[in-house]
């Protein structure tokens, strides 16, 4: 069976990070810091990184003049095409956040969309058959207008957060529609529903388009729902966590790389690429900003793998 092509949008950013205490500051190697600002991330960094490691992987968003050469060719050395990727005369987009003392959650500070305020994404002509759409976490707009752009897609994922569900909530509610699989973290699940129990959220988000979805949550790991039933798979619980920055994304890129690799995103496909998924977002938070993906390679991803099953392997009786 051959692998299915894969189209990620989202953002490429600077973010500005604070965490509560301090941890290894990847510039100075043996030192620490707790505050880091001009890291290179967005969820389109993050998501592509993370899949390229199951399929080559082409990208859609745009960068400002100042964002670094040296990053979009670290993606191209991964087989990311990034010919999609367009530079406009401005400032890249910035995100600022603060992690609160449980390194979990966390407090956007500031948003400044910069280059991305005026952005139409035109995919280039090579781009338009691929298979495997992963709409990462961007205005809900841009979204829909990648999907337009897209002949055929065979499965369409897509990522959002709070900042879109409250203020574009009518975009929204029309990609929704239009997409196979959601991927949301609880918090968000409650704000989109407007239910604050997680399985009754979680069934009224099915009636509104997507057919199966996938609530992130946290350290607690994660709950897919679809017709077929509920899964829950646990996260990898590591003794060091450097940045939560891009678990979500990298999460998001290890299930569309391992879905694309299987050809069908059937409720067993599904199981098993959402232990994919936790398991590449295990690798992310190790390292502040995109350090614990940029050299992640597949079988990295399948030792995790291992050691997540036996997370829930019940062993026999005696
Ligand atoms: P995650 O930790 O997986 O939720 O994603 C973190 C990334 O999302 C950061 O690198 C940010 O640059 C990016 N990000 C934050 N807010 C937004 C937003 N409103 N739209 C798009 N990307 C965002």
């Known amino acids: 069976m051959s692998t299915s092509k894969i189209l990620i949008v989202g953002s490429m950013a600077f973010d500005d990070l604070q965490f509560p205490m301090p941890v290894p500051d ?42 670094p050469k040296a990053m979009l060719e670290q993606l191209g050395r991964r087989r990311i095409d990034t010919t999609g990727v367009e530079r406009a005369a401005g400032l890249t987009f910035r ?60 499965l369409v994922i897509a990522d959002t957060m709070d900042f879109w569900i409250s203020g574009e909530a009518e975009t929204l ?24 129990n997680i399985v ?56 569309v790389g391992y879905l694309a690799c299987q050809g069908n995103a059937r409720h067993t496909t599904m199981r098993h690429a959402i232990v994919h998924g936790t398991a590449t977002a295990s690798h992310c938070v190790q390292a502040v900003g995109t350090g614990g993906l940029a050299n992640l390679e597949l079988n990295h991803v399948e030792q995790r793998v291992k050691e997540i099953r036996e997370l829930y392997y019940l062993g026999e009786l005696p």
């Open 173 to 196: 509610a029309a990609l929704l529609k239009r997409i196979d699989v959601l991927v949301i973290n609880d918090e968000e699940a409650r704000l989109l529903s407007g239910i604050h």
């Open 200 to 255: 009754r959220a979680a069934k009224d988000i099915l009636t509104r388009g997507p057919d199966k979805l996938i609530i992130k949550r946290g350290e607690h790991g994660s709950l897919y729902f679809d017709d077929d039933g509920i899964f829950a798979a646990p996260a990898l619980p590591l003794e060091t966590v450097a940045d939560p920055t891009g678990a979500g994304d990298s999460f998001a890129g290890g299930l």
């Open 26 to 67: 990847p510039s100075r190697p043996g030192e620490t810091g707790d505050t880091f600002d001009d890291v290179v991330g967005g969820s389109a960094t993050y998501a592509s990184l993370a899949a390229s490691c199951y399929a080559p992987v082409r990208i859609v968003a745009v960068v400002g003049d100042d964002f």
């Open 95 to 154: 995100w600022k956040g603060r992690y609160r003392p449980d390194m979990v959650g966390r407090d956007t500070l500031d948003t400044q969309l910069n280059v991305f305020a005026d952005f139409r994404p035109k995919l280039p002509d090579h781009y338009r058959d691929t298979e495997v759409v992963l709409l990462g976490n961007i205005h809900p707009a841009l979204q829909l207008e990648v999907l337009d752009q897209v002949s055929s897609p065979q």
